[in-house]
């Protein structure tokens, strides 16, 4: 997950190697609007091809695209929407999303040296935040666009976590950020009146 979310941490581990202190990851709840319950599954989901562009602050990032992409896929196939196209067929609507994870990583590597420097008793927080660009292309009509946001908090050290947010591992809160991210742009997807079906 090192290439999806660059912390601090890189350098903490970098500089206290086995003396490193801990580092928790916490998931905002706070950009999420919908849920598997709250979209309307189709008896019949609608074939589409999916494509993603993973970015790291702008910069397209191949190796987490791929990764991503597969927790993308699980979101459209559990939603009972979508059912991602497996073969080439020109004649399906399309699904492209855009996911770009936007960090200060000036900032983190400080923030990461400083509490490295006292073996974590002075702790700090690195946030990486997501924008989410989200669209739906049928075959005949107009396309609907989507931006959403989210979070993820890492605090390192000796510090209060953020009030509110559930510590997990950061594979978990990438998890429920992709999850977060797609259903969302569903449920809007829904309440447009887009999808004819």
């Not at 900032?107 to 690195?126: D, E, I, P, Q």
């Amino acid at each position: 997950m090192k290439r999806i979310s660059i912390f601090g941490v890189i350098c903490l581990t970098l500089l206290m190697g086995a003396c490193a202190p801990r580092v928790t990851s916490y998931y905002d709840p706070s950009y999420q609007i919908a849920t598997y319950s709250s979209v309307k599954p189709l008896q019949n989901p609608i074939p589409a091809h999916v494509s993603l562009e993973f970015q790291t602050n702008g910069k397209r990032n191949q190796e987490a695209t791929q990764v991503v992409y597969e927790k993308i896929i699980r979101v459209l196939r559990a939603s009972r929407v979508f059912e991602p196209a497996k073969d080439s067929n020109s004649n399906l609507p399309r699904l492209e999303f855009i996911m770009n994870d936007i960090f200060d990583k000036s900032a983190a590597y400080a923030k990461g040296f400083g509490t490295g420097m006292t073996f974590g008793a002075v702790g700090s927080t690195v946030v990486d935040k997501y924008e989410f660009s989200a669209k739906y292309i049928p075959v005949n009509g107009s396309p609907f666009i989507s931006h959403g946001k989210d979070a993820i908090h890492t605090v390192i050290g000796n510090k209060q976590p953020p009030m509110g947010m559930t510590a997990m591992p950061l594979g978990s809160a990438v998890d429920k950020v992709v999850e977060d991210l797609v259903l969302n742009f569903i449920s809007k997807l829904q309440k447009s009146g887009v999808l004819k079906r």
